[in-house]
């Protein structure tokens, strides 16, 4: 496998690397940088910085042209995401749902009047999409959902919970899956996929307090909702095909080692900055190795990405592949954070908001974050379980 870009490759980076230069938000382009710190005018930002990625061409880097993206292949989607990284240009989280999940999909399983109607908001970040997948008791087992939606002429009347909505409170429509059947034998039969307009009445948004102090979860009740039948995605009681396209886009990441490798090398900063045992922490060399196997580590899941990036080009699928990155990234980024703020000592307790923190409470705050990383988009059991039947070939 050649590592190293082609011209045409080279060019590419350039390209997106000069754009990220003279385009970014004031005050970006550092480690430490954070966000409005209002949600509301957070999700503002959000919606902002999108819109100008929109207008630079940047926006559904690997959507179809015919649909308003740039075509592009999964070696240039890395190119982006390593230079965006390196770039610390915002984060778009709080508005990926529709790029990375509802975009895809509809291009794949939409109707027509669904991909006019909705991929263009999208893209420019007009309208913000929430993911009303998992419940209290449907999470990895999603085909035990209980929310019910019974059809009643052109109409799906949609009754029931969803929890850990990421941003529902502030999204303007949500990809939700009910249970239109119940009487099937098979509980992956019977579900549907919808498009809801968050502001149809009967819909109660419950935001949940993490343990970083924001509320970007929410739990979501449904009370009697009225869903257009047109707003079905595939067929009624045919949902579940649909859905596996949408989690296939939700667990595969052309570059989950992008971001982390910009966090190691301000990891390998900190650890000259911070005073220990006389000296700085650098100095100590149980730290410095360390920081040498996250590294190490690191290069090793870099290595795996491309290889992925390879097999996704010659077969068109992602195949289990995905699920070891998704594995080792997130398990990965939990030790670095944790390493970060042994390193701080007791000042890793301290938050954003006291002047006596350093990197602006940075790592506290991600390692916090981090926790959740080994549970969305498949838990590390589940892909465990995944690699040893589909890549190892052991027995269920």
């Known amino acids: 496998m050649e590592f190293r870009d082609s011209?045409?490759?080279?060019?590419?980076?350039?390209?997106?690397?000069?754009?990220?230069?003279?385009?970014?938000?004031?005050?970006?382009g550092a480690p430490g940088k954070r966000g409005p710190e209002i949600p509301a005018e957070r999700f503002g930002f959000a919606k902002e910085w999108q819109r100008v990625l929109y207008q630079g061409g940047w926006a559904g880097l690997a959507w179809p042209v015919e649909h308003g993206g740039r075509g592009a292949g999964i070696l240039d989607q890395m190119i982006w995401s390593e230079e965006y990284a390196r770039a610390w240009a915002p984060d778009q989280m709080s508005i990926s749902v529709g790029i990375t999940l509802t975009g895809p999909v509809l291009i794949g399983c939409g109707k027509p009047w669904q991909q006019k109607r909705f991929l263009a908001p999208i893209l420019s970040g007009d309208e913000v999409w929430c993911q009303g997948f998992s419940e209290p008791n449907?999470?990895?087992?999603?085909?035990?959902?209980?929310?019910?939606?019974?059809?009643?002429?052109?109409?799906?009347?949609?009754?029931?919970q969803k929890i850990w909505t990421s941003f529902a409170l502030y999204s303007d429509w949500c990809i939700l899956v009910v249970?239109?059947?119940?009487?099937?034998?098979?509980?992956?039969?019977?579900?549907?996929?919808?498009?809801?307009?968050?502001?149809?009445?009967?819909?109660?948004?419950?935001?949940?307090?993490?343990?970083?102090?924001?509320?970007?979860?929410?739990?979501?009740?449904?009370?009697?909702?009225?869903?257009?039948?047109?707003?079905?995605?595939?067929?009624?009681?045919?949902?579940?095909?649909?859905?596996?396209?949408?989690?296939?886009?939700?667990r595969v990441s052309a570059s989950p080692h992008a971001r982390l490798k910009a966090e190691i090398a301000w990891l390998q900063d900190l650890a000259r900055r911070v005073p220990r045992r006389g000296g700085m922490a650098c100095d100590?060399?149980?730290?410095?190795?360390?920081?040498?196997?996250?590294?190490?580590e690191l290069t090793a899941l870099g290595v795996s990405a491309y290889r992925n990036a390879s097999q996704i080009e010659r077969t068109g699928s992602p195949g289990p592949g995905g699920s070891t990155l998704k594995l080792g990234w997130s398990e990965l980024d939990q030790r670095v954070k944790e390493l970060a703020v042994e390193i701080l000592g007791p000042r890793g307790?301290?938050?954003?908001?006291?002047?006596?923190?350093?990197?602006?409470?940075?790592?506290s705050h991600e390692l916090l974050w981090s926790r959740a990383a080994t549970i969305y988009a498949g838990t590390s059991e589940v892909q465990r379980n995944i690699i040893a039947e589909r890549v190892l070939g052991l027995p269920r």
Do not use: C, Y
Not at 13 to 19: A, D, I, T
Not at 284 to 296: G, Y
């Open 284 to 296: 100590d060399p149980v730290i410095r190795q360390r920081i040498a196997r996250v590294t190490i």
């Open 7 to 28: 011209p045409e490759q080279q060019r590419f980076r350039m390209e997106v690397r000069s754009w990220l230069q003279k385009n970014l938000p004031p005050g970006w």
């Open 179 to 250: 249970r239109t059947d119940s009487e099937v034998e098979r509980k992956h039969d019977g579900l549907t996929f919808l498009l809801v307009d968050m502001k149809t009445p009967g819909i109660d948004v419950r935001p949940l307090v993490e343990m970083t102090g924001e509320s970007w979860f929410n739990e979501v009740f449904f009370d009697k909702v009225r869903v257009p039948v047109d707003n079905v995605v595939g067929e009624i009681g045919g949902g579940w095909s649909v859905i596996i396209d949408t989690l296939s886009h939700e």
């Open 349 to 363: 307790l301290l938050l954003h908001d006291d002047p006596d923190a350093i990197d602006n409470g940075h790592w």
């Open 138 to 160: 449907a999470g990895s087992d999603l085909a035990a959902l209980r929310t019910r939606g019974e059809v009643r002429g052109d109409e799906i009347i949609v009754t029931g």
